[in-house]
């Protein structure tokens, strides 16, 4: 299973960006997502979580109501939509799978194995 992340970028307070990152491998449209980050100096820390039907998910409390998870199981592509971004935004963020066939949410990344490269967002105050 290969990830890439791709959509990071430069953004001021307030505006809002979307990841994307494109999973490829045979099952992978079943695997259990999420999205991580990690700022400068700082332990990578849980963002977002999504099940294989997409039908539960799961944030960090610094994102709820801002960030959205969702995914395209038919295209194999997770999305993170990124609103009212504020600059402790600023991180790089990881896409991963777990290889696993359940319902779960997965919020630790000692859960996942398989990681992303990352993708860089900056938001400037």
């Known amino acids: 299973v290969q990830l890439q992340a791709s959509g990071g970028g430069l953004v001021q307070a307030g505006g809002s960006l979307r990841l994307s990152c494109a999973a490829s491998g045979r099952t992978v449209n079943v695997y259990p997502m999420g999205w991580f980050r990690q700022a400068p100096g700082k332990e990578r820390e849980f963002v977002a979580a999504?099940?294989?039907?997409?039908?539960?998910?799961r944030y960090a409390d610094s994102v709820q109501g801002r960030f959205t998870i969702s995914r395209d199981s038919a295209k194999n592509i997770l999305y993170l939509q990124m609103n009212s971004l504020k600059p402790g935004d600023t991180a790089v963020y990881y896409c991963a799978a777990r290889r696993s066939l359940d319902f779960s949410i997965y919020h630790r990344s000692t859960e996942y194995d398989y990681w992303g490269q990352g993708t860089l967002v900056t938001v400037s105050s």
């Open positions: 999504i099940t294989w039907v997409g039908g539960t998910t």
